[in-house]
């Protein structure tokens, strides 16, 4: 089982076999010479006969352009509407800060383009209440619009939600859901995690998966008024290297609240997790219904 998750890494991530491409794949474009694409999107579109990696813009050319070089991208654009402008791309897939997704969301829907968004969709509920709703989402033939929260599609996560699904599992009288990063692992000093006007923070970053979770079980869609939230601001003592004063994001938080179908959520987000377990990325979901218990 090791060998064949060490194989399957290898050779998803680090080592993807080349496949010859259809002539129809998508072309996608790059907005932000991120850190998240290679492991999301470069690497793995490498070994898909459907997706090529066509372009990539950076907001300073040089660094497009030596993130070109590196992943072997063949356009570079100085700038994000430049990308948008070049009718060779198909799609593209937005891993900005979180503050800056909506705009970039609206502006590639209106160059016609299908849009990967990276989580959160947004920075607020405004901002996605105005995105997915508008016109340029949700018009006949409109891209296709998809938020990036991939579990989503993992085999383990449909096989959870289809035990809670199940008529005969019964109510669900609780639910809980968490996701812990060990302290400095990810998100060190200067990281977009930790700015609050970039939406940086536990619950934007880390707190987006367990709630997103929680709200696909049955029943699970807070109840206006039920909710309950504490928050532990970042430490700054815990990290080398802070050049701002960051006093308003949040490194820990959990909120509660009630399900429109009565169960009682739980969820928990930590990025700054010192000593102890988990010493890497951890991801917890259970959901309590009737007798049995369902955990991912
Ligand atoms: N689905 C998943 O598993 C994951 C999703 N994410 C999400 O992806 C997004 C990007 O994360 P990550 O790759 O770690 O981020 P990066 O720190 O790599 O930043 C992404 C891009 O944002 C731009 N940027 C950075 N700092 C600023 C700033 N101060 N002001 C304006 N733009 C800035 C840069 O664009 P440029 O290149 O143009 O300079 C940079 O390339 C986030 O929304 C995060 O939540 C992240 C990790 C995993
Ligand atoms: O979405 C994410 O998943 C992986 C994490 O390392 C990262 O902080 C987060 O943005």
Redesign the pocket.
Known sequence: MVFSLLSRIYYGFIRPPPAHKQDDAIRFGLI??????PI?LIAPAKSHPEVIVAAV????RD??ASYAKKHDIPIVHAS?QALLNDPSIDAVYI????S??YEWALRALKAGKHVLL???STANAAQASALFTHPLATAPNAPVLLE???YVFHPAWQTFLALLRDPSAGRIESAFAAQYMPAGLVAPAG??RW?YD?AGGAMM?FGTYPLHALRQMPGQEPVKGSLGAEARLLDRAKYRGFEREETEVDEYMRAWFRGDGGAEARMEADLSVTGGWPFLPASWTRGVAGDGVAEV
């Open positions: 932000g010479a991120s850190q998240i694409a999301a813009a950076a907001r300073d660094r497009a994000y891993s900005l800060p979180n800056h997704h990276e989580k959160p990036a929260f991939h990281d977009i700015r970039l970053d």
